[in-house]
């Protein structure tokens, strides 16, 4: 997809920090690049690698990286805590610390008030820079308005307790329409990537953003890790004009190239995640038109790898056999896309048994739904067949 303004009007310099020739309301020196607080390493025991995790943040620190984005609910509740004491090491006027509520178990408004004085507590801080309602939803959403939660939220910000006041953002374009129309948010955070651009908020929700000037901050950039590594025959598009450069840059720098695009975030779990990424946004260089027209190739080539143009539409649901015929799709076309076994594994291995293809009956119900007309019992059976087959590879 072309972009069709880049960050022509920033004012671009060494280091991390873009400025801005025009401020916006965010009116800070934020790091282009976000260290995402989520995917720490982890020892055997599903704890954090705490000695590791702080190296990695103190290298991204010492590089110009001045933004750090964690969740109540990030490593089990086990980040809010290990990145506050982190911080804490830190001249707290020298970075910029995000967090957010867990809408989803939000009931009253008691509830939101205990979790933001939790949140606190676990970070040892007295204020917090940004705060975001996690990962709206339609029915998130709508609770979050009846229970008074947004003015709540404001009278936070008004008491100095927090700075900026946004949202990240997990459904349909209509609903994004609504919730940021709903009042003027200091920043909103969506998923956008060269693979999702029509996918939740995608392109069409950051232009309505940068419309109504609200910066946006830039979550799954390379969609979880699957554009960090492509299969060889994609990867050598990139590798063409720049041999050097890693499958991730190539995604963040698409991200990065839209001119209201504040932040762009990256769930580092190695030392080496944080030095590529490093590389790539020190002296941030925007895609060029020959660039954009590789990711452009790669996109279309990833896309007709899928198995099948199921859209996820479900008029094919419910199944009467209980199977869950778009999510078994879209395992197994993120398999045709991607090649990523590993995901793909743990993605068909928590898929419960009786969703799964395999309870498929052959009865055609689901045929006479379907708008595509796709042979959907053909390809359940094979799919079956393969991530089964899947499981058992090296």
């Known amino acids: 997809m072309n972009i069709s303004q880049t960050r022509a009007h920033h004012k671009q310099k060494a280091g ?31 704890e954090i690698n705490e000695e590791e995790a702080r190296k ?27 990145t506050g004491r982190v911080m804490d090491g ?21 509830d939101a008030k205990r ?10 801080k007295d204020y917090l820079d940004f705060y975001l309602l996690h990962s ?24 100095g307790r927090i700075r900026y006041l946004g949202f990240s ?6 609903v994004f329409e609504e919730i940021i ?3 003027d948010w200091d920043f909103c955070q969506i998923q956008l990537n060269y693979m999702d651009v029509d996918e939740q908020a995608g392109v069409k929700g950051y232009q309505l953003a940068e419309k109504l000037g609200i910066p946006v901050i830039v979550m799954e950039p390379v969609k979880g890790g699957s554009l960090a590594n492509l299969p060889d025959d994609i990867a050598k598009v990139y590798k063409s004009i720049a041999p050097d450069a890693s499958m991730a840059s190539w995604a963040l720098r698409w991200a990065g190239s839209f001119s209201g695009v504040r932040i762009i975030l990256s769930g580092m779990s190695t030392p080496e995640q944080v030095s590529d990424n490093l590389k790539t946004f020190d002296h941030f260089v925007p895609l060029d038109e020959s660039e954009q027209q590789a990711v452009e190739t790669v996109t279309d080539m990833m896309e007709n790898r899928v198995h099948n143009n199921c859209t996820s539409c479900r008029y094919c649901m419910p199944c009467p056999f209980g199977v869950d015929i778009p999510r078994n799709f879209g395992i197994w076309n993120l398999y045709g896309i991607y090649q990523n076994r590993g995901r793909v594994r743990f993605q068909w291995k928590n898929l419960s048994d009786d969703k799964k293809a395999k309870n498929c009956t052959q009865c055609g119900k689901c045929e006479e739904a379907c708008p595509q007309k796709i042979s959907i019992r ?17």
């Open 56 to 82: 990695m943040i103190d290298n991204a620190y010492r590089h110009g990286v001045n933004y750090f984005d964690t969740a109540y609910v990030y490593h089990d509740g086990k980040s809010e805590p290990f």
């Open 16 to 46: 991390i920090i873009v400025e801005y020739k025009n401020k916006d309301r965010l009116n800070e020196k934020v790091s282009l690049l976000g260290f995402g607080c989520m995917r720490f390493p982890t020892l055997d025991n599903g």
């Open 169 to 174: 953002f997990h459904d349909s374009y209509s």
């Open 136 to 159: 709206l939803n339609k029915v998130d959403w709508d609770r979050m308005v009846q229970l008074g939660v947004i003015e709540y939220c404001e009278s936070l910000k008004a008491a």
């Open 181 to 183: 129309n709903y009042r």
């Open 115 to 124: 979790i933001f004085e939790h949140q606190l507590e676990r970070l040892h």
């Open 378 to 394: 053909r390809d359940l059976a094979s799919l079956q067949a393969e991530l089964d087959a899947l499981q058992g590879k090296g």
């Open 90 to 110: 830190y001249e707290r006027s020298s970075y910029y610390l995000a967090t957010k509520l867990p809408c989803w178990l939000i009931e009253t408004i008691e």
